[in-house]
């Protein structure tokens, strides 16, 4: 019995021993562990650096408009006659007939009913003609068609055009016929005579002339 309390104190305190024992071991680690390494100090951040304040652009004044130079008025001048070109030596009987022969064939491919004159620079008639049934007033538009083309150095035309601009004054010259039909009678850049067709329209009556022309 002795023997048995004393192994069994021998136990208790082999026990003891390794309890103390492992509670120091684990203080041990307890303390390791609490010896944690610091945390960096966070470092407080910089201050960022201000921004150089930008300077606004001055702004520049505008610059004055330049002035627009003063436009002086032109004083209106009279308008200068056009050239007309110069007369030549009058048309002969022998070109007046090829002309009006012309003329002729160009109405009367189309069927059209007309009266051709020819006259000389000086307005004086040297050849006439007219297609059967043509209106009877046409005989002496036809001379006065052929008598203000060569005596004004232009188409009738130009007569239409300049009442239609500057109003039925024009009207009042002598010997100017407002329709177109009329044709100068040119050689070598001079005018020699004239040639005047009347029965149609008056463009009808300006491409007989114009064929009479052409046929010279």
């Not at 208790?12 to 562990?33: Q, W």
């Not at 329709?179 to 070598?188: C, D």
Request: net charge positive; with cysteine.
């Amino acid at each position: 019995m002795k023997k048995f309390t004393v192994l069994f104190g021998c136990l208790m305190f082999a026990v003891t021993v390794l309890v103390v024992g492992g509670l120091s071991e684990k203080g041990e680690l307890a303390k390791a562990a609490a010896q944690e390494v610091k945390p960096a100090e966070a470092k407080p951040a910089e201050p960022v650096k201000k921004a150089e304040e930008v300077k606004p652009a001055e702004a520049k004044p505008a610059e004055p408009v330049k002035k627009a130079e003063e436009v002086k008025a032109v004083e209106a001048k009279p308008a200068e006659p056009a050239d007309r070109p110069p007369y030549g030596p009058a048309v002969n009987l022998a070109t007046a007939k090829k002309i009006a022969a012309g003329a002729i064939a160009e109405a009367q491919k189309n069927n059209w009913r007309i009266a051709v004159a020819v006259v000389d620079n000086h307005g004086l008639l040297v050849y006439y003609e007219k297609i059967d049934d043509t209106q009877t007033s046409s005989a002496q538009i036809a001379v006065d068609k052929a008598k203000a083309a060569a005596m004004y150095r232009r188409p009738t035309r130009a007569f239409v055009d300049a009442i239609a601009k500057g109003g039925p004054a024009i009207m009042t010259l002598p010997g100017v016929v407002g329709s177109p039909g009329g044709m100068p009678i040119m050689v070598g850049g001079k005018v020699v005579g004239g040639v005047g067709v009347s029965g149609m329209t008056g463009d009808q009556d300006e491409q007989v002339a114009k064929a009479g022309l052409a046929g010279m």
